[in-house]
């Protein structure tokens, strides 16, 4: 759990707040203290509503909205991300002579901008080569891609896909076993062209 907390700290720019004592914690109502000390409590749902995985366990971690990616069959999956996504529109807006305000019109919508941070993790202990070499195909791919995560499956359609536009390794000091990563994408909206 420590690598977890290191990783949150040094990559995702995350500040833990001061340690409190469970003891002053209000526990959820319809929970024992016994099972709020120990983390257990009711079921939560593990789908979001659009299909997407919400909630897994993996070696007995929770992992909170993993990321997937597929193509041509092949599938990436990244536990311990976080994601962002960022919608634009570009609208003109033109001043009323003699009135307060303006007319707004709508020209377009853009793509989604989406940032992923995610970490590697080694099953043997060792730097996480063939996580990072599967990484590296993943990123060598330059076509549009299927993303799936809970986040980003709100704002995408079911035909949509993304496409890889940077991607940057980081150096997580004192950690040997693991390598984060940033990654850029944009959407890729399917159109047909009437003429």
């Known amino acids: 759990m420590s690598i977890v907390f290191d990783i949150l700290r040094t990559v995702k720019g995350y500040q833990a707040l001061p340690y409190v004592p469970a003891d002053i914690i209000t526990q959820p109502?319809?929970?024992?203290?016994?099972?709020?000390?120990?983390g257990d409590g009711p079921e939560r749902a593990k789908q979001s509503a659009t299909g997407a995985t919400l909630r897994k366990v993996k070696n007995g971690i929770w992992y909170f909205m993993p990321v997937s990616f597929t193509h041509k069959g092949k599938r990436?999956?990244?536990?311990?991300?976080?994601?962002?996504?960022?919608?634009?529109?570009?609208?003109?807006?033109?001043?009323?002579?003699g009135r307060k305000g303006s007319v707004k019109e709508l020209i377009s919508v853009d793509d989604y901008d989406i940032k992923l941070v995610a970490v590697l993790e080694?099953?043997?202990?060792?730097?996480?080569?063939?996580?990072?070499?599967?990484?590296?195909?993943?990123?060598?791919?330059?076509?549009?891609?299927?993303?799936?995560?809970?986040?980003?499956?709100?704002?995408?359609?079911?035909?949509?896909?993304?496409?890889?536009?940077?991607?940057?390794?980081?150096?997580?000091?004192?950690?040997?076993?693991?390598?984060?990563?940033?990654m850029t994408l944009v959407s890729d909206s399917p159109f047909e062209l009437e003429l």
């Open 122 to 182: 080694s099953t043997n202990g060792d730097y996480p080569e063939q996580e990072m070499q599967e990484l590296v195909r993943l990123w060598e791919i330059n076509e549009a891609i299927k993303m799936s995560c809970a986040l980003t499956d709100y704002f995408l359609k079911e035909d949509d896909s993304v496409m890889i536009k940077t991607i940057e390794p980081i150096t997580v000091e004192g950690q040997e076993d693991i390598q984060a990563f940033n």
């Open 76 to 97: 990436w999956e990244f536990d311990e991300a976080v994601v962002s996504i960022t919608g634009k529109k570009t609208i003109v807006e033109t001043p009323m002579v």
């Open 29 to 38: 109502s319809g929970m024992s203290r016994a099972d709020y000390n120990k």
